[in-house]
Nanobody
Framework: QLQVEESGGGLVQPGGSLKLSCVAS???????????VAWFRQAPGKDREGVSS???????KYGDSVKGRFTIARDDAKNTVYLQMDRLKSEDTVVYYC??????????????????WGQGTQVTVSS
């Protein structure tokens, strides 16, 4: 079964940038080529929010709260999907999760519910 792992979280000042990475575990033998990958985030007591997704074709989607600030990209040669986060705000403080699902299910946020999820990485935006 595909396994994914996030990295890149940390503490950054408002207006700053961070780059998250989602990598498929090489130990499972799976690669991300045929998968759609998405980033989600969830604050305590709130519903999980779709942040951004990318299909195997490279087609991307963004949540309204991050449009124009975040950029998703994939490098299949490195088995990695990146989330470049710019102009970060305090309200971006939350745990970010990566999820991967067979591309056929990746046209909407709900499709990722049946996918493989990472453990999350904490992003804190604070001065």
């Amino acid at each position: 079964q595909l396994q994914v792992e996030e990295s890149g979280g940390g503490l950054v000042q408002p207006g700053g940038s961070l780059k998250l990475s989602c990598v498929a575990s090489r130990f499972t033998g799976y690669t991300l080529d045929y998968y759609a990958v998405a980033w989600f985030r969830q604050a305590p007591g709130k519903d999980r929010e779709g942040v951004s997704s990318i299909r195997k074709t490279g087609s991307t989607k963004y949540g309204d709260s991050v449009k124009g600030r975040f950029t998703i990209a994939r490098d299949d040669a490195k088995n990695t999907v990146y989330l470049q986060m710019d102009r970060l705000k305090s309200e971006d403080t939350v745990v970010y999760y990566c999820a991967a699902v067979d591309d056929i299910f990746g046209s909407n946020w709900a499709g990722f519910e049946i996918g493989s999820w990472g453990q999350g990485t904490q992003v804190t935006v604070s001065s």
